[in-house]
């Protein structure tokens, strides 16, 4: 490409580049958008072609704020501008700054799979306590090296287009030369303030991540009309929440309330407790949970927790409260969802706040965490201790780098069977928690074990498997042992991840994980219909246990019959509420969306204006969470405390 350089006005110039600019963020979208196509399919031409359109308002913004200091030092109004090293340093600028912009969107054509939804501003204090960043950078590079060679090749057009106008056409200054463009500079200011807060209205608020909403039917594609650095510039400063007065405290108390008494007068029962969490380990991998999929011939890839399905007690509905591993410890050990952000990364993360670790504790329970990653990684070493969880076994304690997968940590399998040996020193009652690690990006089996999986059709669906087999043998391992029958397992995930499945490609979907309640002392066994989620198994395992003092959480008992319980997650600002057969998506502000997943496993008919009676009962109960859930937050009242 040949392109002979010329000079115009500095407004031509900045003109020609912006316009340069949104041409390659549409070209960055629709590459976002065949990459991901499978999870847009039920898009039509005619709506692909509207969050199009809507996404030219994101990426003016985007585009704006990325720019926002080369612009002004182009508009100056003063000769200095048109000098040689000047104009070298602010070409430079140009092209360092959206460089790395298209290289944000570049990382979302490969990431958004595993989250669903635009990496946001969390994402520099997510990683900031992983020691091998170097090395996770590197694999992902290697990974996606095709990605990495197009970016490259992407930059290096947009670098040569974008020196179409070489440094801007000089002008003899005199007052009418300054008076010209300091009024260009003032116009430019004015169109900026309106494309950064979409309209100059007194009314209109900058806009956010929720206004992609306008674009789209499902929230689910809410990502195709948002760019990358606008995600994560508008969530660096994740917002506060704010307090809300929809009830009053009596009403509030009998719609929802997430103090929880004591019912019964049985002695509490001190089983040991060991939760396992097991790295995007999606209800869809399991062939004991989906036995009506592809006409009855789905088999799944996890055979042992097939077999541990038919001894535990589960439901047919069963939900993460997150999409990410940061998300599930709060949610399964405290019975804390993360709304919007992750909560450990929220403001409130320095709240006062309680766990199953620290009221067992409280009853001499030892208390123990188990991952094989480095320690400190995620942040799971900082949260476990603030949970009240007293002894961490990493990657330092286990000692023994032969069994490093050189990723992310020690191997499931080598991990698994330290685990049960080193249960087996703690004197009982105890409480554990187990974090797996091999069922991850970049989805490898240690090199004995290749090729003994089914490599499926998904990525992780060999890995899953070999951590099905590592499960297997810490059961085994621990059936020998003399604490064994007299614990409480319970097995679930952090969160899900990709999907084959049809049934799977929807919001609800996306949520769907196992969560066993295996006991092999006793009869915890069966399925039910009732709607479980990670925030339930705290008070499920406490009351299931006779627990005897009142506690702080915010999911509901599971074995309990009598009550009517919801489930609730949130990506992208989005509620997703589910109460019995229903789904409703609200914004926060109106909902936006109602659907049968009983008659509609699809989501693809809205009843949002056929059904108000259940849409409004169902939003009672929504704006009964967030009072209580936005309030406890802000005043620091995330345990309980008695009147």
Same mark, same amino acid.
């Given at each position: 490409?040949?392109?002979?350089?010329?000079?115009?006005?500095?407004?031509?110039?900045?003109?020609?580049?912006?316009?340069?600019?949104?041409?390659?963020?549409?070209?960055? &979208?629709?590459?976002?958008?065949?990459?991901?196509?499978?999870?847009?399919?039920?898009?039509?031409?005619?709506?692909?072609?509207?969050?199009?359109?809507?996404?030219?308002?994101?990426?003016?913004?985007?585009?704006?704020?990325?720019?926002?200091?080369?612009? +002004?030092?182009?508009?100056?109004?003063?000769?200095?501008?048109? &000098?040689?090293?000047?104009?070298?340093?602010?070409?430079?600028?140009?092209?360092?700054?959206?460089?790395?912009?298209?290289?944000?969107?570049?990382?979302?054509?490969?990431?958004?799979?595993?989250?669903?939804?635009?990496?946001?501003?969390?994402?520099?204090?997510?990683?900031?306590?992983?020691?091998?960043?170097?090395?996770?950078?590197?694999?992902?590079?290697?990974?996606?090296?095709?990605?990495?060679?197009?970016?490259?090749?992407?930059?290096?057009?947009?670098?040569?287009?974008?020196?179409?106008?070489?440094?801007?056409?000089?002008?003899?200054?005199?007052?009418?030369?300054?008076?010209?463009?300091?009024?260009?500079?003032?116009?430019?200011?004015?169109?900026?303030?309106?494309?950064?807060?979409?309209?100059?209205?007194?009314?209109?608020?900058?806009?956010?991540?929720?206004?992609?909403?306008?674009?789209?039917?499902?929230?689910?594609?809410?990502?195709?009309?948002? *760019?990358?650095?606008?995600?994560?510039?508008?969530?660096?400063?994740?917002?506060?929440?704010?307090?809300?007065?929809?009830?009053?405290?009596?009403?509030?108390?009998?719609?929802?309330?997430?103090?929880?008494?004591?019912?019964?007068?049985?002695?509490?029962?001190?089983?040991?407790?060991?939760?396992?969490?097991?790295?995007?380990?999606?209800?869809?991998?399991?062939?004991?949970?989906?036995?009506?999929?592809?006409?009855?011939?789905? $088999?799944?890839?996890?055979?042992? +927790?097939?077999?541990?399905?038919?001894?535990?007690?589960?439901?047919?509905?069963?939900?993460?409260?997150? &999409?990410?591993?940061? %998300?599930?410890?709060?949610?399964?050990?405290?019975?804390?969802?993360?709304?919007?952000?992750?909560?450990?990364?929220?403001?409130?993360?320095?709240?006062?706040?309680?766990?199953?670790?620290?009221?067992?504790?409280?009853?001499?329970?030892?208390?123990?965490?188990?991952?094989?990653?480095?320690?400190?990684?995620?942040?799971?070493?900082?949260?476990?201790?603030?949970?009240?969880?007293?002894?961490?076994?990493?990657?330092?304690?286990?000692?023994?780098?032969?069994?490093?997968?050189? +990723?992310?940590?020690?191997?499931?399998?080598?991990?698994?069977?330290?685990?049960?040996?080193?249960?087996?020193?703690?004197?009982?009652?105890?409480?554990?928690?187990?974090?797996?690690?091999?069922?991850?990006?970049?989805?490898?089996?240690?090199?004995?074990?290749?090729?003994?999986?089914?490599?499926?059709?998904?990525?992780?669906?060999?890995?899953?498997?070999?951590?099905?087999?590592?499960? &297997?043998?810490?059961?085994?391992?621990?059936?020998?042992?003399?604490?064994?029958?007299?614990?409480?397992?319970?097995?679930?995930?952090?969160?899900?991840?990709?999907?084959?499945?049809? %049934?799977?490609?929807?919001?609800?979907?996306?949520?769907? +994980?196992?969560?066993?309640?295996?006991?092999?002392?006793?009869?915890?066994?069966?399925?039910?219909?009732?709607?479980?989620?990670?925030?339930?198994?705290?008070?499920?395992?406490?009351?299931?246990?006779?627990?005897?003092?009142?506690?702080?959480?915010?999911?509901?008992?599971?074995?309990?019959?009598?009550?009517?319980?919801?489930?609730?997650? *949130?990506?992208?600002?989005?509620?997703?509420?589910?109460?019995?057969?229903?789904?409703?998506?609200?914004?926060?502000?109106?909902?936006?969306?109602?659907?049968?997943?009983?008659?509609?496993?699809?989501?693809?008919?809205?009843?949002?204006?056929?059904?108000?009676?259940?849409?409004?009962?169902?939003?009672? $109960?929504?704006?009964?969470?967030?009072?209580?859930?936005?309030?406890?937050?802000?005043?620091?009242?995330?345990?309980?405390?008695?009147?």
């Amino acid at each position: 490409m040949n392109l002979k350089p010329n000079r115009q006005s500095v407004y031509i110039v900045l003109f020609y580049q912006f316009a340069l600019l949104l041409a390659l963020y549409a070209i960055c &979208r629709l590459g976002f958008f065949l990459v991901n196509k499978s999870l847009f399919k039920h898009l039509n031409a005619a709506e692909i072609a509207y969050t199009f359109w809507g996404g030219i308002k994101f990426d003016v913004v985007a585009l704006l704020y990325i720019n926002s200091l080369y612009v +002004i030092l182009q508009a100056l109004p003063f000769p200095f501008k048109y &000098r040689s090293g000047y104009q070298r340093f602010t070409k430079w600028l140009f092209i360092i700054t959206n460089s790395i912009g298209f290289l944000a969107n570049f990382i979302d054509f490969a990431y958004y799979k595993f989250t669903l939804k635009r990496t946001t501003g969390s994402v520099f204090s997510q990683f900031s306590n992983e020691k091998n960043k170097l090395k996770l950078t590197a694999d992902f590079l290697l990974e996606y090296w095709h990605l990495l060679i197009i970016l490259i090749l992407f930059i290096a057009a947009f670098v040569k287009l974008s020196q179409v106008f070489a440094a801007p056409k000089k002008v003899r200054f005199n007052w009418k030369t300054y008076a010209a463009q300091t009024l260009g500079l003032l116009l430019i200011a004015f169109l900026f303030v309106g494309g950064v807060r979409g309209g100059w209205r007194h009314s209109t608020r900058p806009i956010t991540l929720s206004n992609a909403g306008d674009y789209v039917k499902s929230p689910a594609d809410m990502s195709l009309v948002l *760019n990358t650095p606008f995600s994560i510039m508008k969530t660096l400063k994740s917002p506060k929440l704010k307090k809300v007065n929809y009830f009053d405290e009596q009403t509030l108390a009998k719609l929802y309330n997430p103090i929880h008494q004591p019912n019964d007068t049985a002695s509490f029962k001190k089983l040991n407790v060991v939760f396992l969490i097991i790295e995007s380990l999606g209800k869809e991998h399991i062939g004991a949970l989906n036995k009506d999929q592809l006409n009855g011939t789905y $088999k799944g890839y996890t055979p042992f +927790i097939d077999s541990l399905v038919e001894q535990s007690f589960t439901s047919n509905v069963t939900y993460a409260n997150g &999409r990410k591993s940061i %998300d599930a410890l709060p949610s399964v050990i405290s019975g804390i969802p993360s709304i919007r952000e992750p909560f450990v990364l929220s403001p409130y993360s320095s709240n006062n706040t309680t766990s199953i670790a620290k009221l067992l504790g409280d009853e001499g329970y030892y208390t123990a965490f188990f991952h094989g990653a480095p320690n400190g990684s995620m942040g799971f070493s900082a949260y476990t201790n603030l949970a009240g969880i007293r002894h961490y076994y990493g990657k330092n304690e286990y000692n023994n780098d032969a069994d490093f997968d050189n +990723i992310w940590g020690i191997w499931d399998e080598p991990f698994m069977q330290y685990m049960a040996k080193t249960i087996d020193t703690f004197k009982q009652p105890f409480f554990t928690a187990f974090f797996s690690v091999s069922s991850h990006h970049p989805y490898k089996v240690p090199q004995k074990y290749q090729g003994k999986f089914p490599k499926g059709t998904l990525q992780i669906h060999e890995p899953l498997g070999y951590t099905d087999m590592a499960i &297997r043998k810490f059961f085994d391992a621990a059936k020998k042992m003399p604490w064994y029958k007299n614990t409480l397992f319970v097995l679930c995930a952090d969160h899900a991840t990709m999907s084959y499945l049809p %049934d799977y490609q929807n919001v609800p979907g996306f949520f769907s +994980i196992p969560i066993l309640f295996y006991y092999p002392g006793g009869n915890l066994k069966g399925k039910t219909d009732k709607i479980i989620q990670q925030i339930d198994i705290m008070p499920t395992v406490l009351n299931y246990m006779h627990y005897k003092k009142p506690y702080f959480a915010f999911g509901f008992d599971a074995l309990d019959n009598k009550t009517t319980n919801f489930a609730v997650n *949130n990506n992208d600002g989005n509620f997703n509420f589910y109460e019995g057969d229903y789904l409703l998506v609200n914004d926060g502000t109106k909902s936006i969306a109602l659907f049968n997943l009983k008659t509609d496993r699809n989501t693809s008919k809205n009843l949002i204006d056929q059904l108000p009676e259940v849409k409004a009962e169902m939003e009672q $109960k929504l704006k009964a969470f967030i009072q209580q859930y936005n309030n406890r937050m802000i005043n620091n009242q995330l345990t309980y405390q008695k009147e």
